[in-house]
């Protein structure tokens, strides 16, 4: 009887790591979409400021087109080390930790953009 316990009780811990692991996976992706939907003002961003990178204030055009591409850039970097076949292959533990420091990059990632973006169109707005 108290093996079925047990058994009942290590099923429960499964089943809710399983569920933290998909709840941290879901984020992870809703995040990177949100993060990718941002890339093309990015890329506007980065055209309409180019056409400015001549004029007078050319210096703080240069630092802001700088910090769109690092953002641009940090998110490709992500992308490419980030390993959905790699989770398959973790026990829970360890993709709970794996998706965890990917959400915490991503969070980082998001608001580095979210200040470049912003930067670019209070200069572009002038």
Known sequence: MSFLLILLILSSCNQAEEKVSQELNDQVMQLHDQLMGKTEDVLKLKRRLDSLSTGKDSI?????IASLNK???SMMDWMHHFSLDSLDK???SNKIGYLKKQLE???NLEKSTDSSVHAAKTYTIK
Do not use: P, R, S, T
């Open 105 to 107: 990059a991503l969070k």
């Open 60 to 64: 703080n055009v240069h630092k802001i």
């Open 90 to 92: 973790m026990d829970m």
């Open 71 to 73: 953002a641009d850039e």
